[in-house]
C-alpha cells in the first residue's frame, strides 16, 4: 500500500512539474522579446547622448561669444584725436 501510495505520489508530482514548465519556443520567444527591447533602450540612450553632445557644442560656442564679447568690452577704448586736443 504505501509502495502504490509513493508511486501515485512522485507521479502526480512529475506531471505537475511538466506541466508547470515551459516550452523552449516560449522561452526563445521571450528572449527574442527581451533582446528587442534591450536594443531600443539602447537606441533611445545613444539618442539623449548625442542631443547631450549638440548642447555641449551650443552651450560651448555660447560661452566662446560671451567671452570675446566681454574682451571687447573690457579693452580700453583707444582715445580719438580730435582738432581741439591738438
Given amino acids: 500500500m504505501r509502495n502504490t501510495f509513493a508511486v ?31 536594443q531600443e533602450k539602447m537606441n533611445e540612450a545613444q539618442d539623449k547622448v548625442n542631443d547631450a553632445a549638440k548642447e555641449n557644442a551650443e552651450a560651448a560656442k555660447a560661452q566662446a561669444e560671451s567671452n570675446e564679447a566681454a574682451a571687447k568690452e573690457a579693452a580700453p577704448a583707444a582715445p580719438v584725436a580730435t582738432p581741439e586736443s591738438k
Fill in 8 to 38: 501515485a505520489l512522485m507521479l502526480a508530482a512529475t506531471l505537475g512539474l511538466a506541466a508547470c514548465d515551459k516550452k523552449s519556443e516560449d522561452k526563445a520567444q521571450e528572449a527574442a522579446q527581451h533582446t528587442e527591447q534591450s
